[in-house]
Nanobody, 113 residues
Framework: VQLVESGGDIMQPGGSLRLSCAAS????????MTWVRQAPGKGPEWVSR????????YYADSVKGRFTISRDITKQTVYLQMNSLKTEDTAVYYC???????WGQGTQVTVSS
């Protein structure tokens, strides 16, 4: 099982960013996927979840209305579209396979003016 996140960057407040997580080594279409983030000096925070079909999505209150999770089965990739970024969104973002519990290496998102 391998998960590789990408797309992190340094952004100004109010900006937008799309994170990607490329999956391999397992049957992506049968696994729900989750995004988790960890800010400096804090524990992991669950951000969003998408079910196997992509028809059901869930969000933490802190990102609801600003972030959108999606998945492309053909590309074996899960995305996190992040809009209206805030400084408190600064964190390392990880994607996670629910069945296997595997995490990627993370991608850094920094929001600063």
């Amino acid at each position: 099982v391998q998960l590789v996140e990408s797309g992190g960057d340094i952004m100004q407040p109010g900006g937008s960013l799309r994170l990607s997580c490329a999956a391999s080594g397992f049957t992506f279409s049968t696994d729900a996927m989750t995004w988790v983030r960890q800010a400096p000096g804090k524990g992991p925070e669950w951000v969003s979840r998408i079910n196997t079909s992509g028809g059901d999505t869930y969000y933490a209150d802190s990102v609801k209305g600003r972030f959108t999770i999606s998945r492309d089965i053909t590309k074996q990739t899960v995305y996190l579209q992040m809009n209206s970024l805030k400084t408190e969104d600064t964190a390392v973002y990880y994607c996670k396979s629910e069945i296997y519990g595997a995490w990627g290496q993370g991608t850094q998102v920094t929001v600063s003016s």
